[in-house]
């Protein structure tokens, strides 16, 4: 692993120590309402993903793609689905195998980066389910092109991503609640923060974020060979948010 998924790795572990919102396991009636067929996975902080959107999940072969933390991945494992758990963060992925043994599921738990799927075949999966989490990647188009490898044809990929827009604004001038424009897209916390403010982040062990471009985002799904087939929009936790939806979600099918 290159440095940076090292790092971020650790920092992961970090928000889980710390309670950060997607590390927390659900509860144990989240589950069994989703034994009884009621169930949602929520990929950004306030909408939930359209049902329209899932097969039947009976049996599906799914990858949580950087997806630990005890939340999607048990939620459809409880649903019937055969669950596979990637992240790059042993800790998150001990929230998984934690509900797995509190509640009775089967699913498999892998760490590594989202980026490099190597361990699994070519066409291994009927469904992905990517939430925000390609904002700790330094390039996002390897993801969009090892999603489609190991996706069945015809599979779906669902994605989340941070809006772009949100980087360009002074960090430390927005948590005063102030909008001022600094940065440029696509943004890198190493290349465009201080020096010295990112020598705090790694000393303080934070993730590393990068604003990935809108072309990358969904350009980069069609170029790796995907028809995106529907989309929505969800606000939560940015300044920004009181005058555009900041995140953003794909669903795209492998053709």
């Given amino acids: 692993m290159n440095?940076?998924?090292?790092?971020?790795?650790?920092?992961w572990d970090n928000k889980v120590e710390s309670?950060?919102?997607w590390t927390v396991a659900?509860?144990?009636?989240?589950?069994?309402?989703?034994?009884?067929?009621?169930?949602?996975?929520?990929?950004t902080p306030i909408k939930d993903v359209p049902k329209e959107w899932f097969p039947s999940v009976k049996g599906l072969k799914v990858l949580c793609l950087a997806a630990g933390g005890g939340q999607q991945g048990p939620i459809l494992?409880?649903?019937?689905?055969?669950?596979?758990?990637?992240?790059?963060?042993?800790?998150?992925?001990q929230q998984d195998q934690y509900v797995a043994e509190r509640d009775g599921l089967t699913l498999h738990t892998v760490k590594g980066s989202m980026n490099d799927l190597g361990r699994f075949k070519d066409e291994t999966f009927d469904f992905i389910v990517h939430p925000v989490s390609n904002v700790f990647i330094d390039n996002v188009?390897?993801?969009?092109?090892?999603?489609?490898?190991?996706?069945?044809?015809?599979?779906?990929?669902?994605?989340?991503?941070?809006?772009?827009?949100?980087?360009?604004?002074?960090?430390?001038?927005?948590?005063?609640?102030?909008?001022?424009?600094?940065?440029?897209?696509?943004?890198s916390d190493p290349a465009d923060l201080p020096k010295q403010?990112?020598?705090e982040l790694i000393q303080n062990n934070e993730a590393l974020e990068f604003g990935h471009s809108l072309e990358d985002q969904i350009k980069g799904q069609i170029d790796a060979g995907f028809m995106i087939s529907g989309f929505y929009e969800d606000k939560g936790g940015?300044?920004?948010?009181?005058?555009?939806?900041?995140?953003?979600?794909?669903?795209?099918?492998?053709v």
């Fill in 3 to 11: 440095s940076l998924v090292t790092h971020n790795s650790k920092a």
């Fill in 19 to 21: 309670g950060n919102e």
């Fill in 26 to 43: 659900v509860e144990k009636r989240i589950i069994e309402k989703a034994k009884n067929g009621e169930w949602d996975i929520r990929l």
């Fill in 77 to 93: 494992a409880a649903a019937g689905a055969d669950v596979t758990i990637l992240d790059n963060s042993e800790k998150q992925l």
């Fill in 141 to 187: 188009l390897p993801v969009w092109k090892e999603a489609h490898r190991v996706l069945k044809k015809n599979g779906t990929l669902i994605s989340g991503f941070v809006n772009p827009v949100v980087f360009l604004f002074d960090i430390e001038l927005e948590k005063q609640g102030i909008l001022k424009v600094k940065h440029s897209i696509p943004y």
């Fill in 197 to 199: 403010k990112v020598k």
């Fill in 238 to 254: 940015f300044v920004l948010d009181e005058y555009i939806n900041t995140y953003s979600v794909t669903r795209s099918i492998k």
